[in-house]
């Protein structure tokens, strides 16, 4: 399922997932049927595999002309062959990418994907950190029979103003063949709100248009109105292509120290979740991110922190259903200076925020974008590269607050740059400090900064358990200590009144590489409130204790 919704009406697409061939790249002879999407670590026998691997099937293509190969996400570098000719590639698992071929023949072509999920000396962002680096097709393929001239992406901002709401649109064409006259019309639940006629040149091009649209009800948390917005491409009075997708209307504003969605203050009651599962590893099928949500649900939570790269498309589907507010955030955790000077990190990451913002960016439910988790902010160099990604996600979207989490605690030098003051601490389990005073504390080194006045988010805090773990004496790793903190912790945070509301690390506990990353029991970053199957530690119940109070 490439969403939750039909995408085209008119443009035939063709959904690949299901049985493909699979091998090692050093066993090509022991070929395996395998599903995708999937991780391969999840097929037996290859549990820690890290190397390059091949992924192959054929695909019948019913007419002559042009085709499309739509990849939601492979891990994490992929070069792609068309009836064995290589013809692209990609880095990085989180963010989608397209390949068109022309003077395609009908009739039955191969795929061949090739695969790497090393730490390798090419790779700036998928190194090795504190969550697992998987392999595979991890997210969903889909095979479009496309027209010349076709739509390929429809962003929507809306803008709230005198009383009524209105729509920028932007369109992207991508012209195959010559000059064109075409009509575009786009609708909004089957109400027409744009019609106009255009040239379209050869190449890649775009239209920007803004419309005004009356009696427009907002999405909000608590009633997430979504509209269908179904844009309609026409040449020579026949309909040539279309693009179906869900939008929200609906404002994210900062006010002093306050996070406003819809000029409403929120107090955001969160989570930071990696996509992993004992099961299915990284590519989760929709029901088990439905099943994750309901549990954010069921605890109080309205809030989702994407930790640390950009999600799937249809857990923002699903997030953008429920009203559960998110913070997707681009790729990179952790990395040092000496990291970031890597000569593919700049090219690697602002690749990955231009894929984020132009496949996502009309998902009401995303109040705000992020980056860079826990990287340099304490450095001249770092700064560079802080301000550079700030600006080139702005050069997409400025209708959204922008922020990263900082660990830097009294030596960041980057504060100035986001809208909202991000910081993870984490007071009774990396140090002794009592969290009220430590809250305090480091909110007042904050107002001494260009940071000062600010919205203040507690982006990460918690604590670990070993899930069964449970004493009467309350030691470290046991459910009883995690609960006990986590109380204390929420208490602090839900209490202060300059705190815009917390994001606690994390849901579920998840997969890190067995080299002994900061020295992990069971492999896992075992900080979450559920364990990696979702089977529920005490702290649970405080959670939901402390957020539905």
């Known amino acids: 399922m490439e969403r939750l919704f039909q995408t085209h009406k008119v443009r035939k697409t063709t959904e690949l997932d299901g049985i493909w061939q699979f091998y090692m790249a050093e066993h090509p002879e022991d070929i395996r049927q395998v599903l995708i999407p999937s991780c391969l670590e999840t097929y037996p026998g290859l549990e820690n595999y890290a190397g390059r691997y091949t992924y192959r099937r054929d695909v019948t293509v ?36 397209a390949l068109v071929l022309e003077d395609v023949a009908a009739g039955v072509h191969s795929i061949r994907v090739e695969g790497d999920n090393s730490v390798h000396k090419d790779s700036a962002l998928h190194v090795a950190n504190d969550y697992y680096n ?17 739509i390929e992406q429809v962003h929507f901002i809306p803008e709230f103003c005198q009383d009524i709401w209105n729509a920028h649109i932007k369109v992207f064409f991508h012209n ?61 009075g026949q309909c040539i292509d279309d693009l179906t997708d869900r939008v929200g209307f609906r404002t994210v504003s900062i006010e002093g ?7 409403k203050k929120l107090q955001i009651k969160g989570f930071n979740r990696h996509e992993d599962h004992g099961i299915f590893g990284c590519a989760m099928p929709v029901e088990a991110m439905d099943y994750d949500l309901r549990l954010f649900k069921d605890m109080g939570a309205n809030a989702v922190r994407t930790s640390h790269y950009p999600n799937d498309e249809r857990f923002l589907d699903l997030c953008d259903e429920y009203g559960i507010l998110v913070w997707e955030e681009s790729h990179a955790r952790g990395l040092s200076e000496e990291q970031m000077r890597h000569p593919n990190f700049r090219k690697q990451s602002l690749c990955c925020i231009d894929e984020m913002l132009f496949s996502h960016i009309n998902h009401p439910a995303i109040f705000t974008w992020g980056i860079l988790n826990e990287c340099a902010s304490n ?33 960041d030098i980057c504060l100035d740059l986001p809208d909202i003051v991000s910081l993870n601490i984490y007071p009774l389990w990396y140090h002794d400090a009592e969290p009220e005073e430590y809250l305090k504390e480091v909110y007042h080194w904050i107002q001494e900064t260009p940071g000062n006045g600010k919205p203040f988010l507690v982006s990460e805090i918690g604590a670990g358990a070993i899930p069964g773990y449970i004493t009467h004496n309350d030691v470290r790793w046991s459910e009883n200590r995690q609960a006990e903190i986590l109380e204390r912790q929420l208490s602090a945070v839900l209490g202060f009144a300059d705190a815009s509301g917390v994001f606690i690390w994390q849901f579920c506990d998840c997969r890190v590489p067995d080299s002994g990353f900061y020295g992990r029991p069971r492999c896992m970053n075992n900080k979450g409130v559920v364990d990696e199957y979702r089977r529920r530690k005490l702290a649970y119940d405080t959670v939901k204790r402390k957020f539905t109070c």
């Open 379 to 411: 450095t001249e160099y770092g700064r560079e590269i802080y301000t550079e990604q700030l600006n080139r996600i702005r050069s997409w979207d400025t209708s959204r607050p922008l922020t990263f989490a900082s660990c830097m605690i009294k030596s």
């Open 257 to 263: 120290k306050d996070i406003l969605m819809n000029g």
């Open 176 to 236: 195959l063949d010559c000059q064109a006259k075409i009509r575009l019309c786009i609708s909004l639940d089957g109400e027409q709100v744009l019609s106009g006629e255009y040239t379209i040149n050869p190449g890649k091009s775009h239209i920007e248009e803004t419309v005004q649209v009356k009696d427009a009800q907002a999405y909000e948390p608590d009633a997430p109105r979504l509209y269908t917005m179904t844009a309609m491409l026409y040449a020579e």
């Open 134 to 150: 998987y392999g595979g097709i991890i997210r969903p393929v889909i095979l479009e029979e496309l027209r010349p001239v076709y």
């Open 62 to 97: 019913e007419c002559d002309g042009t085709v499309r190969l739509v990849f939601k996400g492979v891990g994490h570098t992929a070069d792609i062959y068309w009836d064995e000719k290589k013809v692209g590639c990609h880095y990085n698992a989180f963010t989608p990418f």
